[in-house]
């Protein structure tokens, strides 16, 4: 078994910042990619950020130069740094983690979302 567990979600005024973390927990024997999505209410999710096990990121265009995405590999733990948020970043954000277990498997996990208000 696998978790992620989330925090730093909240309510923000425009032009604000938050930070999201992220731990992975449980079976793990180490850890591929791990990222960020968000899911506004009544559109899809989509990607936000992510970031490998060696370091490299991408992000959505709609974040770039706003949102940076790190990692500590050691506390096997994903940061979402979230600059001059806007209105339209509000959303539940939920962090995804692809984990190589202690059984040689590949699994997929989701965080349980955080939800994020920017409104003034």
């Known amino acids: 078994q696998v978790q992620l567990v989330e925090s730093g979600g909240g309510l923000v005024q425009p032009g604000g910042s938050l930070r999201l973390s992220c731990a992975a927990s449980g079976s793990i024997l180490s850890i591929n990619s791990m990222g960020w999505y968000r899911q506004a209410p009544g559109k899809q999710r989509e990607l936000v950020a992510a970031i490998t096990s060696g370091g490299s990121s991408n992000y959505a265009d709609s974040v770039k130069g706003r949102f940076t995405i790190s990692r500590d590999n050691a506390k096997n733990t994903v940061y979402l740094q979230m600059n001059s948020l806007k209105p339209e970043d509000t959303a539940v954000h939920y962090c995804?983690?692809?984990?190589?277990?202690?059984?040689?498997?590949?699994?997929?996990?989701w965080g349980q979302g955080t939800l994020v208000t920017v409104s003034s």
């Open positions: 995804n983690s692809v984990v190589h277990t202690i059984r040689l498997t590949y699994v997929e996990v």
